[in-house]
């Protein structure tokens, strides 16, 4: 049995495919058969059908761009599928967020588009669908966020977007987001707090890559850059993890670790990293590298 969002689902389809009559142009014709979309997608989100709303979205779209002047429209169309397509059809999500994105890139909307690219990216994170998309996604986002002046939103795009390189074993990659998030942090006192948190999670990346010259090096860096930094706890992880790796003792690894998480609690990025070091600690003792 049809339901309303078929019924107006249809009656777009013709209205579209219509050939107008002789007083109406062609772009009412679509403006009209862009409503009739739009008013079917709404019926089926009423009626909880999510990839039907999301297609009807994406019809609304393309008759939108068939106007030639309702790219704005367009836009919001390929937001509002994107949106329930999220619900059941993730890859489809990704895909009108695109749309959406090169359209507002083409009318100069960098900050909307950084919007848009950071839910494409949160999209490819959900259930690690695609971690190194997602991290391309943040990282792109964390530009123009940037660009736009808006450089809280954009260090959190990096961020996120060093811990997916973590993740991914792609450590080079972290270290370099993750000290560019610490020297933007740096600049500002609302986020000079933060500061030690990256750049500890930089020194822990060179560690699970076995670049000790490079921990050193860093340490050495930060330090320069914040004279605080040595007094903080989180210096004292890092070096104690990197003595540890240098005498190759695991349990002096472990104890620095479980002092450090004993006051202020380890997240599931450091401790995968750590789990990192520990393992390949081991196996140098186990004479196994």
Not at 28 to 43: G, I, V, W, Y
Not at 145 to 152: R, T
Not at 212 to 230: A, E, I, N
Not at 243 to 267: H, I, N
Request: proline share 1%.
């Amino acid at each position: 049995m049809a339901t309303e969002g078929d019924k107006l689902f249809n009656q777009a389809v013709k209205k579209g495919q219509s050939s107008g009559g002789w007083f109406s142009s062609s772009s009412s014709k679509h403006e009209a058969a862009a409503d009739l979309f739009q008013q079917s997608a709404n019926a089926y989100k009423a009626e909880a059908n999510f990839s039907a709303a999301g297609l009807a979205f994406s019809r609304e779209a393309d008759e939108r761009i068939k106007q030639g002047d309702a790219q704005h429209e367009a836009v919001q169309a390929w937001v509002n599928a994107g949106r329930c397509y999220k619900k059941t059809e993730p890859s489809k999500a990704v895909e009108v967020l695109g749309r959406a994105v090169a359209g507002l890139i083409k009318q100069g909307q960098f900050r909307q588009a950084a919007d848009r690219e950071k839910e494409i990216a949160q999209i490819w994170a959900q259930d690690n669908l695609d971690i190194a998309k997602a991290r391309d996604s943040y990282v792109r986002a964390g530009e123009w966020y940037k660009q736009e002046e808006a450089n809280a939103t954009a260090n959190q795009c990096y961020q996120q977007a060093a811990e997916h390189s973590a993740d991914l074993g792609d450590f080079g990659r972290a270290i370099e987001l993750y000290e560019q998030v610490g020297d933007w942090s740096l600049a500002s006192p609302l986020t000079k707090y933060s500061v030690k948190e990256y750049w500890l999670r930089a020194c822990l990346c060179a560690m699970a890559m076995g670049d000790l010259v490079t921990c050193h090096r860093l340490l050495t860096t930060f330090s320069q850059k914040d004279v605080t930094f040595p007094s903080t706890r989180e210096y004292k992880l890092a070096a104690a993890v990197m003595d540890a790796c240098e005498q190759g003792d695991v349990d002096a690894f472990t104890q620095s670790v479980f002092e450090y998480d004993q006051l202020t609690k380890l997240d599931n990025s450091k401790t995968g990293i750590l789990l990192r070091i520990k393992k390949g600690l081991e196996m140098e003792q186990d004479g196994l590298t």
